[in-house]
C-alpha cells in the first residue's frame, strides 16, 4: 500500500526486504467514543513474524524504523482530529483489571486514549518520542515526558497499568514487555491495544484499486483480511510478554463496533497513516482524489467496522517465579 514511499524514507534496509504493510495506519486515537456494539472478549503483523526463529530480518521489524514512528507529529492537530478512539468496555476492562489508577501510557500521541482513561478516573503519565504529539496531549492536564519507551528513565516511579495503544508496535516486543515489568507493581497490568478497521467489501475493493493505480507494485492492505494481521500481531505482543518471565499468562480480548464515516472524515484520516506524511504532495493529492471517488461512488459515506484486538497480563508478584 505504501511500497513509493521508501524512497523518501531513508531506511537502512532495502526496500524490497520491507513489509511496507507495517507503516500504514499504526497509531492512536480521537476524542470522539466508538458508538456501536462491544464484543467482550478477546494492527498488524505480516503473515511471518519478521523475528521468528531462523530469520534474519530485525531490521525489518517497526520498532526499526524509526523515521515512520516519529513522523505522526507532523500534523497533531489532524492527527487528533480525526483518529478513531477505543472502546469504553476496553477501557473499563483495563481498570477493573489493574489494582489502582495510576497508568502510563506508553506512545501516548496526543492523548486521546489517555483522557479516556482520565474521564475512568485514572491519573495518567505519558510517554512519546514526538514533542509536537507530546504538546497537543499536555494541553489535556496530564504530564508527558519525550522519549522512546525502551531509554525513558522511570525514576523509581511505579504504575498500576501499562497501557499502548496503536504503538506498540514501535517497542521492542521483548524489551518493552521488560520495561513494563519493570514499572509495574505487583498484579499491575500490561495492556497493547490497535484498531482493526474493515470498510464494506465493495468500497475496500475499491481502495485497493487506488492504491494499485497511484501506487502500483505496493503492498495493499486494502487487497486482504485486515483483522488477521492485527491479531498476529498481538501474538507478537503476547510472545514478548511471554519471554520475560515476568507475567502471567497473556490473554488476547477482542471488541467489535462500528463508525460511520462522511467522506471528508475519512480523507481527513487518511494523511495521518504511517508514511502517508512523507508522501509528495502531488501523490498525496492523486490518492486522496481517488479515495474521495469512491466514497462518493459509494453515495457518498459508509460505515466502517473496526474490531478492537487486546494483548494483556497482569504482572506476577515475583519477576521470576520458581
Given at each position: ?44 503483523m505480516p503473515a ?124 521492542d516486543p521483548v ?57 498476529m500481531m498481538c ?88
Amino acid at each position: 500500500m505504501v511500497g513509493s514511499l521508501v524512497a523518501g524514507l531513508d531506511f537502512r534496509v532495502a526496500p524490497e526486504q520491507l513489509d511496507l504493510r507495517a507503516l500504514l495506519p499504526l497509531r492512536r486515537a480521537r476524542n470522539q467514543q466508538p458508538s456501536g456494539h462491544s464484543e467482550r472478549d478477546r494492527w498488524y503483523m505480516p503473515a511471518q513474524h519478521e523475528g521468528q526463529s531462523g530469520q534474519n530480518s530485525s531490521a525489518n521489524e517497526p520498532h526499526q524504523h524509526r523515521q515512520v514512528a516519529e513522523s505522526f507529529g507532523a500534523d497533531a492537530e489532524r492527527y487528533d482530529r480525526a483518529r478513531p478512539s477505543y472502546p469504553a468496555a476496553l477501557v473499563e476492562r483495563i481498570v477493573a483489571a489493574s489494582p489502582g489508577p495510576g497508568v502510563l501510557d506508553v506512545g501516548c500521541g496526543t492523548g486521546i486514549a489517555a483522557r479516556q482513561f482520565q474521564a475512568a478516573g485514572c491519573r495518567v503519565l505519558g510517554v512519546d518520542p514526538d514533542p509536537r504529539m507530546a504538546d497537543l496531549a499536555r494541553q489535556s492536564g496530564f504530564g508527558v515526558e519525550v522519549a522512546t519507551f525502551e531509554a525513558w528513565d522511570p525514576a523509581g516511579r511505579a504504575f498500576d497499568a501499562v497501557i499502548a495503544r496503536q504503538a506498540w508496535h514501535w517497542v521492542d516486543p521483548v524489551a518493552g514487555a521488560a520495561k513494563a515489568a519493570q514499572v509495574l507493581r505487583p498484579g499491575g497490568r500490561l495492556a497493547v491495544f490497535w484498531n482493526a478497521f474493515q470498510p464494506p467489501p465493495g468500497l475496500g475493493e475499491a481502495f485497493a484499486e487506488v492504491y494499485r493505480q497511484v501506487m502500483p507494485g505496493s503492498p495493499n492492505l486494502w487487497a486482504g483480511p485486515i483483522l488477521d494481521a492485527y491479531l498476529m500481531m498481538c501474538g507478537t505482543a503476547a510472545d514478548g510478554i511471554r519471554q520475560t518471565g515476568a507475567f502471567g499468562d497473556p490473554e488476547q480480548w477482542r471488541f467489535g463496533w462500528d463508525r460511520p464515516y462522511t467522506r471528508g472524515e475519512w480523507l481527513d484520516q487518511v494523511p495521518t497513516f504511517g508514511g502517508h506524511t512523507q508522501l509528495p504532495p502531488a501523490k498525496l493529492e492523486d490518492l486522496l482524489a481517488g479515495i474521495g471517488t469512491a466514497i462518493d461512488a459509494a453515495g457518498g459515506s459508509f460505515t466502517m467496522r473496526y474490531t478492537t484486538v487486546a494483548a494483556t497480563a497482569a504482572r506476577r508478584a515475583s519477576p521470576n517465579p520458581a
